[in-house]
């Protein structure tokens, strides 16, 4: 028989309830400011279901009735600068953030509702329907709810989609030298999630100040826990992480409340992340005013037992017992509350003039419908009066090196002048500067900015966007193939790509996003897509596509300048080439700024990356008299589209050449942009070289098959003059 011993967590994971003397020990200022933010929360989400229920809220309004003791509880002994994020039930989470906040979570039971709580009120409901005093604007919502000022970093659509962003801040707070923590809130049916499980492998290696609050109500929808995990206790997460966790009865605010002092002690001591769970309740479905019981996925007795262990009566009976309020303070906190709500209701919805009986959102209070698009991005004014040069014109000095050389200097040279940068990604503080070289060097001279990550692309990269949202750091981070954007897609475009315009327009995202396109290099259909195409359609990237060294160096500090997430692609083809760069490291190429390679009047070629200088073959190979233009910037917004015009005038024929598959080509929305603007001076459609439909397979013989180089420049050439009718 083999011996068998049995192995226990290395951390603790402890269950923690309250008695009684808990509660008399307690401070009564505490359990007021509970009892004044319980009831505030609950009036709210009982104003929100009310005007659901009457069409007024467009969209889904998932009410947090019942689960208020878990928000209160964990967040009424918060710091201002403590971060909190949450998932699509987060208005408690956010309100009990903005009240904290405004009230340090002291309340006179005889007044609860002072101006600055009106304020946030008013200011939280006109989100949840959509109007221009909210706090992103109208565009949040019921979902993404946002208050910087507050420590509210914004809820999520994405079950479990906010949580590496999360991360992302706690990891700025401990290297900012704070002691200031996170919180991210998500429920049951988030766990099982690899973001969240990724970020609590990440959070656990790098003892991030992060605590992982479970809001455990038991459906993920209607589907019941159990019926989804081979272990209900969702704080046994932690321990599989190194994590201690906790927990906790979500439905009594004090043991919320005393198990997240633990736990923030332990983070705030730099020990690393904790787990919370609290076992809480929906009284209602999972989106708007009827029960579960009404759709048959909970039963009536079900639903009464929870609601007798409601937090917001449990904390009233503890304070009438120990004498801290009175019967009749007690039914005010609860008529003030929901007099305060139908006060602000009244003041952003009237009497429908066209419908007896119901009410209308009042018209002057909606959003402009010419802020649909502000905020997609910045205006790049940050480069304002930056070095500017524009390396065709350049005399000056200049040094030899590799491409991929270039690339590890201009990053040390900006590391060396903005201690905000930090590089993070897999191997890229080993193998003498990653796979390829390009972090060589940064390592050796910056140790505690060179992060070497798990292969956890939604972890890493969501962490880089709390980062980037944080603004105390600038993140540039890596994916070693730019296939692996899938793996992380949620963070690279639902949140990173759209965390400036969902949230109202105002926050800066500083981030850049490194990869290399690898085709050529026999690595097969899972590591040699070009990106950019995906980029290009999807909102709020900017990209960068450098061909030389030279314009590497200005693209990237222009990178680095902007405040908005940045993908800058680079190829392998380029990395060994040796090139002349300027002495010089500090200039910048901004938005705008197309490089033409080549002067003809024949027919307009674009392209941008190593095909280039495929282009440029083709054009000598076939005489064609032929404009080059390297874009250099792809994205709809930073496209020179004067270059672009002036040279479609002059030769009334385009041919747009890129190497990758057909599917995701950037040149298919580029070419339909390009139709558009310039109809009229084109004599006959469009041209495009683009590889095949198939990703590049691993066979050499098949890759070539399937990628665009030189020859399918020369044949594309040949087309465009054939339709001509000139040759």
């Avoid at 689960?67 to 408690?92: C, F, K, P, W």
């Avoid at 949580?163 to 706690?170: L, S, T």
């Avoid at 065709?392 to 090196?401: A, I």
């Avoid at 193939?481 to 949620?490: G, I, Q």
Wanted: include cysteine; glycine fraction near 12%.
């Amino acid at each position: 028989m083999p011996n068998r011993t049995r192995l226990d967590p290395a951390v603790d994971w402890i269950r923690l309830e309250t008695t009684a003397e808990d509660w008399a020990q307690a401070d009564p200022a505490l359990l007021t400011g509970m009892l004044a933010e319980l009831h505030l929360i609950r009036a709210f989400e009982e104003t929100v279901l009310e005007l659901a229920g009457e069409g007024l809220v467009h969209g889904p309004a998932h009410s947090s009735v019942g689960q208020e003791g878990g928000a209160v509880g964990s967040i009424i002994g918060l710091r201002t600068a403590d971060g909190v994020n949450g998932s699509h039930r987060g208005h408690h989470q956010f309100l009990a953030k903005a009240l904290t906040h405004v009230s340090k979570g002291r309340f006179d039971l005889d007044a609860i509702v002072t101006r600055d709580v009106d304020t946030v009120l008013q200011r939280t409901l006109a989100e949840i329907l959509g109007l221009a005093q909210g706090f992103c604007r109208g565009r949040g919502g019921s979902m993404h709810l946002q208050w910087f000022e507050a420590g509210a970093l914004g809820t999520n659509a994405i079950v479990g989609g906010g949580v590496p962003m999360g991360a992302g801040n706690a990891w700025a707070q401990r290297h900012a030298g704070t002691d200031d923590l996170t919180m991210s809130y998500f429920g049951d049916g988030a766990v099982n999630i690899g973001s969240v499980l990724e970020t609590m492998n990440l959070a656990a290696a790098w003892k991030l100040p992060f605590g992982f609050f479970i809001e455990n109500n038991l459906y993920a929808v209607s589907t019941e826990v159990h019926e989804v995990t081979g272990e209900a206790r969702l704080s046994g997460r932690g321990p599989g992480f190194g994590i201690p966790a906790w927990q906790v009865d979500g439905m009594d605010p004090l043991a919320v409340h005393l198990a997240t002092e633990e736990a923030a002690a332990r983070m705030r001591a730099g020990d690393g992340p904790a787990v919370i769970e609290a076992e809480v309740y929906r009284f209602f479905h999972q989106n708007g005013p009827y029960p579960g019981s009404a759709f048959g996925y909970r039963s009536k007795d079900e639903e009464q037992g929870w609601r007798d262990r409601d937090p917001v009566a449990r904390t009233t009976r503890e304070l009438l017992a120990l004498g801290h309020i009175t019967q009749a303070q007690a039914d005010s906190t609860r008529e003030q509350a929901i007099a305060a709500m139908k006060d602000i209701a009244s003041r952003l919805v009237e009497a429908d003039p066209e419908a007896d009986g119901k009410r209308r959102i009042k018209p002057d209070l909606w959003p402009d419908p010419a802020f649909v698009d502000v905020g997609i991005r910045g205006d790049a004014g940050e480069l304002a009066g930056a070095p500017l040069l524009e390396p065709l014109d350049y005399e000056g000095e200049t040094r030899s090196g590799r491409f991929v050389d270039t690339v590890a200097g201009v990053m040390r040279h900006r590391m060396e002048r903005d201690e905000r940068i930090v590089v993070l990604g897999e191997d890229v503080h080993r193998l003498n500067g990653g796979t390829h070289g390009a972090t060589k060097g940064l390592a050796k001279a910056f140790p505690d900015r060179v992060l070497g990550t798990p292969i956890s692309e939604n972890a890493f990269v969501g962490l880089g966007g709390g980062m980037a949202l944080d603004g105390r750091f600038r993140p540039v981070v890596e994916f070693m193939y730019p296939d692996f954007l899938w793996v992380a897609a949620d963070q690279v475009f639902n949140q990173i790509g759209k965390a400036r315009h969902m949230f109202g327009g105002d926050n800066p995202v500083p981030l850049v996003l490194r990869t290399k396109v690898a085709m050529g290099s026999g690595y097969g259909s899972q590591h040699l897509m070009d990106p950019a195409g995906v980029f290009a359609s999807s909102v709020g990237w900017r990209i960068v596509a450098p061909s030389t060294a030279a314009d590497y160096i200005g693209l990237m500090n222009a990178a680095l300048d902007l405040q908005d997430p940045v993908l800058v692609i680079e190829h392998i083809d380029l990395y060994p080439l040796m090139e002349e760069t300027p002495v010089d490291l500090d200039y910048r190429i901004p938005p705008g700024s197309a490089a033409v390679r080549r002067h003809g009047d024949e027919v307009t070629v674009i392209s941008y990356l190593s095909m280039v200088r495929h282009a440029l073959e083709a054009v000598e190979q076939t005489g064609v008299d032929a404009d080059v233009i390297d874009l250099r910037w792809l994205d709809r917004a930073s496209l020179d589209w004067d270059t672009i015009g002036e040279s479609i005038k002059r030769t009334n024929a385009v041919l747009l050449v890129e190497q990758g598959a057909q599917g995701t080509s950037y040149g298919g929305w580029l070419s339909d942009e390009i139709q558009r603007r310039f109809f009229d001076w084109l004599d006959q459609p469009v041209q495009r070289v683009t590889g095949g439909e198939a990703s590049p397979s691993i066979s050499k013989v098949l890759e070539r098959a399937a990628i665009a180089r030189t020859e399918e420049v020369v044949a594309g050439l040949e087309r465009v003059v054939a339709g001509m009718g000139r040759r």
